[in-house]
């Protein structure tokens, strides 16, 4: 899967503490290389593009299913008030 997104204006320190705080707990769950094959986030002026490669329909459920039990869960709800998707 690949998406695009711009930051808010003001939110991209914010939205990249997120997705760093996020890559590790899928790293603290194991996810790297069991799931997810590819987990990137590409930078480009004014916002990122993310990559997520999982490795069979199972292992993104099993993705999905980690990212709920999230302990700051309400963070990434909160991620995309500091976002607009472009793709």
Do not use: C, W
């Not at 998406?3 to 996020?22: C, D, M, N, P």
């Not at 997520?52 to 869960?73: G, K, W």
């Amino acid at each position: 899967m690949s998406f695009s997104y711009r930051y808010k204006e003001g939110k991209e320190a914010e939205v990249q503490r997120t997705l760093s705080q996020i890559a590790q707990y899928y790293a603290d769950m194991g996810e790297f290389g069991t799931l997810l094959q590819s987990f990137e986030y590409r930078p480009f002026e004014g916002g990122y593009s993310a990559i997520e490669v999982f490795t069979d329909a199972r292992a993104f459920e099993i993705h999905v299913n980690n990212t709920f039990l999230y302990p700051d869960f309400a963070s990434l709800v909160d991620l995309e008030n500091n976002i607009d998707t472009i793709s």
